[in-house]
């Protein structure tokens, strides 16, 4: 049983920035891709970034060029860097890793963690 853990979600105004971060409770972040989504309310769980256990990066078109996706295998973490928020950015962000099918579609292994939420003012 895997447990992500997400944190670094907080109120900001438009035009501001978080970087959020996620924890594994084991190491599977070294050996699996890796995927941040977003659910808004009434809205589906959308994926918004990708990274391989390689480092290459794919990002949805609403985020590209705003947002950042990192890991870290040392620490079993991985971050998304957001800058330049807008309120449409506000969702609960989620991590999870899984196989990568293609750049943008990701098949998840863990259970999802509660997510960590993030609320763009303005």
């Known amino acids: 049983q895997v447990q992500l853990v997400e944190s670094g979600g907080g109120l900001v105004q438009a035009g501001g920035s978080l970087r959020l971060s996620c924890a594994a409770s084991r190491n599977i972040f070294s050996i699996n891709a890796m995927g941040w989504y977003r659910q808004a309310p009434g809205k589906q769980r959308d994926l918004v970034a990708t990274?391989?256990?390689?480092?290459?990066?794919n990002y949805a078109d609403s985020v590209k060029g705003r947002f950042t996706i990192s890991r870290d295998n040392a620490k079993n973490t991985v971050y998304l860097e957001m800058n330049s928020l807008k309120p449409e950015d506000t969702a609960v962000y989620y991590c999870?890793?899984?196989?990568?099918?293609?750049?943008?579609?990701?098949?998840?292994?863990?259970?999802w963690g509660l997510g960590t939420q993030v609320t763009v003012s303005s």
């Open positions: 990274i391989t256990r390689e480092g290459k990066t």
């Open positions: 999870n890793a899984g196989v990568l099918i293609a750049p943008m579609t990701l098949r998840p292994f863990a259970s």
